[in-house]
């Protein structure tokens, strides 16, 4: 069964400085996609990022960023010029043909300003 | 264009007391899910509607029953609830499984506990 390992609970990143969030999945498929996900204080969940496992060159999405290492299985989550509007929990989701969303188990990142 | 709606909001059940959550979505979606989210964890799938007239089990579908009424709605119905059932409850609904990228959409949440 695939498994998605956010190894870090909590993160805290200064206003305008530039954190990235790990996460390691396991699979022997190989076509899959990784998305992450972000939940703020209002509990609705956003399409922050996502990757298809096909694809070498690592997606950006303005201000976000991933670092896609499929052999390794791994696929991190870069934020840049953070802002206070950022802080959530932030969850790293895979997602096969063949089965729904396996998500990781968050992390919670604070942005102080 | 709504996306996806949950009602409701929130509820408190006294333990062995039913109910069922309602999830509905206006974007002509095959897929659809129900998922729980315990304090300081992440979402885990409780069951799931790949397509319409269809339902499978997720991680965690003990204690829980569900219908897909049509293409648009999905219930979720706790027969006897448990205090271990305190959670909040999201629906979600993606194209569907096969469907490039299937991104999921998620409703507002339902907060559910249980005394």
């Known amino acids: 069964a695939q498994t998605v390992t956010q190894s870090q609970p909590e993160m805290s990143v200064q206003e305008a400085e530039t954190v990235t969030l790990s996460c390691t999945y396991d699979t022997s498929e190989s076509d899959y996609y990784l998305f992450w996900y972000k939940q703020p204080p209002s509990r609705q969940m956003i399409l922050v990022i996502r990757q298809e496992a096909y694809k070498q060159q690592n997606a950006t999405e303005n201000r976000f960023s991933v670092n896609f290492q499929k052999a390794a299985k791994s696929f991190s989550l870069k934020i840049s010029d953070s802002q206070l509007g950022d802080a959530a929990m932030y969850f790293c989701d895979y997602y096969s043909g063949n089965t729904p969303l396996v998500f990781g188990k968050g992390t919670r990142l604070s942005v102080i300003a | 264009n709504a996306g996806v709606t949950q009602t409701p909001k929130f509820q408190v059940l006294k333990t062995g007391q039913s109910m069922t959550l309602q999830c509905a979505q206006d974007?002509?979606?095959?897929?659809m899910y129900w998922y729980r989210q315990d304090p300081g964890m992440g979402l885990r799938l409780i069951y799931y509607s790949a397509s319409e007239g269809t339902t499978d089990k997720g991680e965690v579908p003990n204690g829980y029953n569900v219908s897909r009424l049509n293409k648009r709605e999905f219930s979720l119905r706790l027969e006897s609830a448990a205090p271990s059932q305190t959670s909040v409850y999201f629906c979600?609904?993606?194209?569907?499984?096969?469907?490039?990228?299937?991104?999921?959409?998620f409703g507002p949440g339902t907060r559910l506990t249980v005394l």
């Open positions: 974007m002509n979606h095959n897929s």
């Open positions: 979600a609904s993606s194209l569907g499984q096969g469907s490039f990228y299937n991104e999921q959409f």
